[in-house]
């Protein structure tokens, strides 16, 4: 087996099956850490919340403390005033079992509601939801069509998830050089997925053209992140490079941690 056919876009490849529409259903792909019990909730809420000043700063003392029953009863009328954070709020608690019992169907609907007036979080997250079906019917057009809402907004996680959509063609025409570019604004924005991906795009002149030198860079700046497939990538590439192409990588991943 020669060192390029060894590379990979996730430590659980395996050959046959289709790797990247395969992270989407196996909860892979990104959503700002929201949903999963005893993860990211608390970091992934007070992130939404630091963006809202006033009545919800009651609402975030209570997440800080693991307060989440508190939490949940200050959102609430919030949330039924139609403040779009205060019903992602209920959506992620209502979707991960925290303060309440778990409940995907109401999670989609306080989603649904943010997702409405512009939350690109809630828009993320209820992406997944059709993408997975939890809480609603599967469907992939309707997958894309919230992920590209949120990802017009720039958020990152959103523009990874899209250009997956794109990679797959699922729920749009598949379409390898728009999986790129989306995968590039994330990459950009130092998500270690899309810099991964977008590394094996670059070595398999998927969607770009082909360039070890930039495939390498992209690995790099994954690596430097923690991420371990881009680091055993990285490494696999570089044993299909001469030393002034390794030199150049580098050279390029500084400048861009460096800005």
Not at 73 to 80: C, G, I, K, S, Y
Not at 119 to 125: L, N, S
Not at 134 to 148: E, Y
Not at 203 to 231: C, D, S
Request: aromatic share 6%; proline share 3%; hydrophobic share 45%.
């Amino acid at each position: 087996m020669s060192s390029l056919s060894q590379l990979r876009s996730a430590p659980s490849e395996q050959a046959g099956k289709s790797t990247l529409w395969r992270a989407i259903k196996a909860d892979r792909p990104s959503a700002a850490g929201a949903g999963r019990p005893g993860r990211s909730i608390l970091t992934f809420l007070t992130f939404a919340l630091s963006r809202t000043a006033g009545p919800l700063e009651d609402t975030n003392a209570a997440l800080q403390r693991g307060d989440y029953a508190t939490a949940y009863a200050l959102a609430r009328p919030l949330a039924d005033r139609g403040i779009a954070v205060a019903q992602l709020v209920l959506g992620v608690m209502h979707g991960g079992g925290h303060g309440v019992p778990r409940d995907d169907a109401e999670a989609a609907n306080w989603h649904r509601r943010a997702a409405d007036q512009g939350c690109p979080e809630a828009q993320t997250i209820l992406g997944l939801m059709y993408a997975k079906g939890h809480g609603v019917s599967q469907n992939d057009a309707k997958a894309a069509k919230w992920f590209r809402k949120a990802a017009d907004q720039d958020h990152a996680a959103a523009q990874s998830n899209l250009g997956l959509m794109y990679a797959e063609g699922q729920g749009v025409a598949q379409n390898d050089a728009e999986a790129a570019k989306w995968f590039r604004k994330a990459a950009d924005k130092g998500l270690v997925e899309a810099q991964t991906i977008l590394g094996l795009m670059y070595v398999k002149g998927q969607g770009v053209a082909q360039n070890y030198v930039l495939a390498h860079m992209w690995f790099n700046l994954a690596a430097a992140q923690g991420g371990a497939g881009a680091l055993a990538n990285r490494d696999l590439l570089a044993r299909m490079m001469t030393p002034a192409q390794i030199a150049e990588a580098h050279r390029l991943a500084h400048e861009r941690t460096t800005k």
